[in-house]
């Protein structure tokens, strides 16, 4: 089971850091990934991580804004989001995997979302 957090209202430039929990242990075979969905749109990736190398993949619009990291010892997963844009808003899933696939339908254990909302 995976527990997203820290979704909120922010202004356009700031930061948010969504966490990730896991209920168990989470394999260093797997990959751990964020999705974001705006209502009537499809779920879209926005980045993954390979649990045990720590190798990270993004969407090219988030590349240099968002970090995607992990601490093992906690099994949780986090996604530092920076310089945030009205187009960010979305509510936010984790998802557990086992390849960095940027289509949702791969991934086999979701989270319940988090709202990210950015004002212009």
């Known amino acids: 089971q995976l527990q997203a957090s820290g979704g909120g209202l922010v202004q356009a430039g700031a930061s948010l850091t969504l966490s990730c929990a896991a209920s168990?242990?989470?394999?260093?075979?797997?990959?751990m990934a964020w999705f974001r969905q705006d209502p009537g749109k499809e779920r879209e990736f926005v980045g993954a991580?390979?649990?045990?190398?720590?190798?990270?993949y993004y969407r090219d619009s988030v590349k240099g804004r968002f970090a995607i990291s992990r601490s093992t010892a906690k099994n949780t997963l986090y996604l530092q989001m920076n310089s945030l844009k009205p187009e960010d808003t979305a509510t936010y899933y984790c998802?557990?995997?086992?390849?960095?696939?940027?289509?949702?339908?791969?991934?086999?254990?979701w989270g319940q979302g988090t709202l990210v909302t950015v004002s212009s």
């Open positions: 998802a557990r995997g086992t390849s960095p696939d940027s289509k949702p339908g791969p991934y086999f254990t």
């Open positions: 168990g242990r989470i394999y260093s075979s797997s990959v």
């Open positions: 991580i390979r649990w045990g190398v720590g190798n990270t």
